[in-house]
Structure formats: structure tokens, C-alpha cells
């Protein structure tokens, strides 16, 4: 959380109907898929409503997965300012080492502005066929990988195309892209901890990976807003916001104009077009949405695998509260949603107490894995049940190490070690326990369900995490700048 807190505002003042805002918490949290953990509106330079559901707070950082993308871009922007790299240069000419082995000569015409823009001429997610060829070095394997067109006349989304990006910033600056990052925007921004996660290589991802706050996401959305001024200073390169965030490569596909959705309406560099505005955005609802139209930012964290439902309710519910005139008198409304807002939270897990009757049975029983259904968490997994003086104690042993667990039971327990997570759940009946745990420095929860009757477990992964992972490293990597 940033030491210096950004200006805000009742929302009638900015012309911001408080009804609007309900209306898209209403909606938000009505939706089966829609789990929403944090939620900032910026509106004429002020927050206007801000929000966390619990137990998500303001000053917990969040796996942002592709939002890393436009933080990866923004660094671009101050090597290019700085010369230290141009946009027209071929890729190869960055990696010489590679020289002799990228023979074809789509990849050698591929150039910087190519890979910001996602246009390196692939026609489909570049990310398996890149590893398959290194494992080791992805710019080696992505640059192998034959395009199937012309670099600059095809989009395809693809994360070795902004990993690539990445690794010529920290190549050219021979520093991380936090530390590169962090006297040019992070520091003037007031951007507090952030942490991003690192390859084999030792290269920060740049396509995924960064946990930063939701205020971060805020602060990012209105320096581009704002054309890269902060607070009368200018930080962005001069130009370099609308640069940045006009379409560089079509990706209609053929559809007609009167049907594109928000992911066909044009990418810039590492920033989408949407039918308003524009944004960086993250896989299961991860949100920096920039509105010029109504001088307005969103920004959002959330776990949901309907990305375009979110939007779909910010067009529905939000624009039309963003009025052109200061709405007087709305006091009342604006102090309700105050209200509302400093009081959200996810509903704890359902469940009952241990059964009296089989309190002995349960306690200090060892579950072993049944059909697991989930990723990553591997088969030598063991889930242990005790009672204690307090409650109820759930650890998972995961290669040995113990993540030790109170049971919130119609609430949530939050534990920070060795992995900050919120534990609530309960007894569904006397011979089933059923425990939700989320990962607080991300959007996902696991969902384990312990069975007396046979001694054995099942677990699954609301949302699948994108990158493999031990239950121990679901969290920020700290030790980055």
C-alpha cells in the first residue's frame, strides 16, 4: 500500500451517482461466477468508492497474471525513452548469442514493437511450442518457433511475445524490471511493495507474475489517464500513453463491427481496446480499465472465469452513473455507500460443528489423497484433522512441509506463514468435512473435503492456477524490490 494515499471524494461531487455504483455492487455480487476481492473507482482525479471484501484488504498485494503485461510495457517505455532500446530494432539484434541458430527469416525480421504489440506473426499462443524447443531459455525457443506470417500483419496473444520484451529491458538496463521500475514509476507513483515471479533463468516473468495492490492498479490506470503526468510532473515519456494504448494490430477475426467483443477491439502495446476506453487485464477478472470519455479509472481483483461479464456489468451499471455535472445533495447516498463499502465481505464457507457424537473420531485423524482433483499439489499430499483448546486445526502436508490451518468456522481464519491465507468451513455431515482455503496474494482457493468413512481426501482448485506451483508458493515472492 502506497505511503501517500491518492485524493478522495464523496461521489456526488465528481458527478458520480452513488446508485450506479450499488447497482454494480449489486450485480457483482449476484453473479454465480463473479467472486469479487477488491474494487477502486477514480473519477476528475479522486477516488470516489473504494472497497475490499473480506478477507481481502487494501493493503494486501495480488497476483495480477496477464495485468503484469501493461507494468511490462510501461518499462519499455522509459528504455525507449532513455535509448536504450527502439522499437524498430529486430529482436535478434538484442540476443547475438542466438545469431547462428534463428535461421528463418520471419523470426529474423521479427522486431521490438512486433512482440509489444503481440504481432510477431504467430497465429496461435506461442508459450508450448517455445519451451518444447528450450525449456531453459524461452527467447531462444520463442525466436526457433517459426512464425506463420509475416511479422506485423497477424495477432496472436501469446506470453512468449511480452516475455521477450522483458528480457531485452532487463538485458539492456542489467537490472530486474522492479528495479528498473522503481525510481521511474513505482517511487513517483507511490507504488509500495510489489513482487514479481522469476524463471529458471533468474528473468521476471513480465507476462505474468506481478502481485501488486489494487491501489497500484489505480495509480497506473490514471497516470495514463492522464497522458504519464502525475501531480503536475511528468513520469510516462511524453506521448507514450497514447501511443501505447491505440490499436497497433486488428483482431477482429472477420466478425461484423456490431458484434466485436471487448477482446476484438484492436491491441496496442500490451494494453487491450474495449468498447470504452481501454485496459490491462489478468486472468479471472484482474482489472485496470482506463474510461478518457468519462474521465474515469476502475480498477478491480477478483477470482471469475467470466471476464466479459465483469465488463458487461461495468457498461451496464457504472457508465451511466458517471454524470457531466456535481450532483448536490446527495449526502445521504453517497454516506450509505460509504457504509456498504467499508463493510464487504465474501461469505465464510458453510458448515456445522464437529458432531458431538463423533468429536473423538475426528480428532487427530490422517486423510490420505482419493481422486484429487486439482493441479500441482502432489499425490504424497496428507491432510490432518485435530481438535484444539480453541477449535479445530486442519494441516496440509505437501513434500513434507506443514500448512497449518484454524478452522474459521462461520468466518474467516487468516493465517500470513508460511502462505497468508483465509480458512472457513465446516462439517457437512458427521462423517464429512469440507474446507475452503484461499490464497490471499492471489484469486484462487482450494476446496478440500475430508472423508471419515474411508480416511481419505479430495481437493480441487476453484480456478486453476495458470503456472505450476507448490501450495507453499501460492504468494507474493518476496525479496523483490
Not at 19 to 27: K, P
Not at 190 to 206: F, H
Not at 376 to 384: A, D, F, G, H, Y
Request: aromatic share 8%; hydrophobic share 40%.
Amino acid at each position: 500500500m502506497s505511503s501517500r494515499a491518492l485524493p478522495a471524494s464523496a461521489p456526488a461531487a465528481q458527478a458520480v451517482a452513488a446508485s450506479g455504483v450499488h447497482a454494480f455492487l449489486d450485480a457483482l455480487e449476484a453473479a454465480p461466477g463473479i467472486e469479487p476481492h477488491s474494487l477502486m473507482i477514480l473519477r476528475h482525479d479522486h477516488v470516489v468508492a473504494s472497497g475490499w471484501w473480506a478477507p481481502y484488504s487494501p493493503q494486501r498485494v495480488h497476483l495480477l497474471y496477464s495485468l503484469s503485461k501493461s507494468f511490462t510495457a510501461t518499462a519499455a517505455a522509459f528504455a525507449v525513452a532513455e535509448g536504450l532500446i527502439r522499437l524498430d530494432d529486430p529482436v535478434i539484434s538484442y540476443f547475438p548469442e542466438f545469431e547462428a541458430d534463428i535461421t528463418d527469416p520471419r523470426s529474423r525480421a521479427m522486431l521490438v514493437r512486433h512482440v509489444a504489440s503481440m504481432a510477431a506473426g504467430h497465429e496461435d499462443e506461442a508459450l508450448d511450442g517455445a519451451r518444447a524447443l528450450d525449456p531453459e531459455e524461452l527467447v531462444r525457443g520463442f525466436l526457433l518457433l517459426p512464425p506463420d506470417h509475416e511479422p506485423g500483419t497477424v495477432f496472436a496473444y501469446s506470453q512468449p511475445t511480452t516475455y521477450t520484451l522483458g528480457a531485452i529491458i532487463q538485458r539492456v538496463t542489467g537490472q530486474s524490471l522492479t528495479e528498473y521500475l522503481r525510481p521511474r514509476l513505482l517511487d513517483p507513483l507511490g507504488i509500495g511493495e510489489v513482487a514479481w515471479t522469476r524463471d529458471r533463468a533468474g528473468r521476471e516473468l513480465g507476462f505474468s507474475g506481478l502481485h501488486a495492490a489494487t491501489d497500484a492498479i489505480a495509480r497506473l490506470g490514471q497516470l495514463y489517464l492522464r497522458d504519464g503526468v502525475w501531480e503536475g510532473e511528468r513520469v510516462l515519456p511524453e506521448g507514450w500513453a497514447a501511443e501505447a494504448t491505440r490499436v497497433h494490430i486488428a483482431n477482429a477475426d472477420g466478425t461484423p463491427e456490431g458484434e466485436l467483443s471487448d477482446w476484438q477491439q484492436g491491441y496496442g502495446l500490451q494494453f487491450w481496446r474495449s468498447r470504452h476506453g481501454y485496459r490491462g487485464d489478468g486472468a479471472y477478472g484482474q482489472f485496470c480499465l482506463v474510461l478518457p470519455e468519462y474521465d474515469a479509472v476502475v480498477a478491480m481483483t477478483s477470482q471469475s472465469e467470466d471476464m466479459p461479464g465483469i465488463l458487461n456489468l461495468v457498461w451496464e451499471h457504472l457508465l451511466p452513473a458517471f454524470g457531466p455535472e456535481p450532483l448536490p445533495g446527495r449526502q445521504e447516498e453517497d454516506a450509505a455507500l460509504a457504509e456498504r463499502l467499508a463493510r464487504l465481505a465474501l461469505p465464510p464457507a458453510p458448515g456445522k460443528p464437529a458432531p458431538p457424537e463423533r468429536e473423538q473420531s475426528w480428532s487427530g485423524v490422517e486423510f490420505v489423497p482419493d481422486e484429487v482433483v486439482r493441479a500441482n499439489v502432489p499425490s504424497e499430499t496428507r491432510v490432518l484433522v485435530s481438535a484444539t483448546g480453541s477449535g479445530w486445526r486442519v494441516t496440509l502436508v505437501e513434500d513434507g512441509h506443514r500448512l497449518e490451518l484454524p478452522l474459521g468456522q462461520g468466518d474467516w481464519a487468516v493465517v500470513e506463514e508460511p502462505v497468508p491465507v483465509a480458512v472457513s468451513g465446516g462439517w457437512a455431515d458427521a462423517e464429512t468435512l469440507v474446507v475452503e482455503v484461499a490464497f490471499l496474494e492471489t484469486p484462487h482457493h482450494l476446496v478440500v473435503s475430508c472423508s471419515l468413512t474411508d480416511r481419505t481426501f479430495t481437493a480441487r482448485w476453484r480456478t486453476q492456477p495458470l503456472q505450476p506451483a507448490r501450495l507453499r508458493s501460492m504468494r507474493a515472492p518476496r525479496g523483490s524490490v
